[in-house]
């Protein structure tokens, strides 16, 4: 059994093959963020036709490298959505016509349960019903399942994403793009409480997520002590800074999964998306699923972050009870259920 998957929602064109077990014969990656950094976030028109430039190279690299015959494939599984419908199209387009030439089965997967089902390939037994966050620079999702295949939303953010609050507030402060990992790497340097940031919540008693409220105090802070444009050279006061934000942002995931947990009584919690690399995040969510003694599953690094492989993964689930799609299916830009 072999599966291939494309995504293209966002920045990164990703191209990968499994098998049935989970193992990953080749997972191949082009990034953008040179081309995105100098504009401080995702262009979409440039993302779309940096996929257009790379599908076909980092296709014919992923089959090369997954030593396999075009025939050997058995079904192919593409992101059809949330992300930018102009980068969506490329991939679902592209796994069309692969699906007319090998004559095999085309399977369309939202990309924020592939995020979740990242875990399958390095973890083989995931408790059933778990509860999955979904941190990224385009989302903050909470879902709880109790079949992996059908997903009920409990949380989502109201206005930015966590990751996209990193990336702003990297930017007001010079330090390059994407943010999340920079600040991350300085905020490790220094305890947080250097200034206090307000830890949104919401006044309807709701578990759904707002990072704007933050990145505005930030802003207003740094204008109010004459810190805009940032100086340069002033190592002690970015590293205070990051890491009262990373405090404050991480303390707003933590409060929501806390509740969450205490409400839904999971039998696991699964972490994931591109701030699921984040160190602080990746240590209070330890704490706390041990102090509600359940298991957790964080992917590594490289799983965390947009890939194909976990695109693979829930196609192969969805293969598996039949869920098939045909050549009129399109892209999503915004979040759906299946
Ligand atoms: O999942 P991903 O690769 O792409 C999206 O679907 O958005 O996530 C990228 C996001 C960026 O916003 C980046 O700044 C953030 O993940 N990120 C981090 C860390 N590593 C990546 N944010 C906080 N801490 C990190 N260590
Ligand atoms: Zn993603």
Redesign the pocket.
Known sequence: MLIIGIET????TAVAVIDGEYNIKANIISSQVKIHSKYGGVVPELASREHLKNILPVFNQCIKEANINLNDIDVISVTKGP?LVISLLVGLNFAKGLSINIKKPLITVN?LYA?LNSVFIEYKNIPLPYLGLV?????TNLFYTEDNMNFNSIARTRDD????A??KI?KLLNLGY????I???LAQECEPGYINLPIAKMSDNSLDFSFSGLKTAFYYFLKKEHLIPFPENNKSLLTALASSF?HAAISIIIDRLEKALSMLKPKCLIIS???A???L?RLKSIDIASKFHIPIFIPK?SL???NAAMTAVIGYHKFKKKLFDNLSADAEPTYYDY
């Open positions: 929602s966002c920045d990164d992300g990309h995020h941190a990224s620079g385009g989302h994403a966590i990751g996209e990193y990336d990297a994407p943010g999340g990992p600040i991350d790497k990373q998306g591109g701030v690399c984040n160190s995040l690094p965390c972050t947009d």
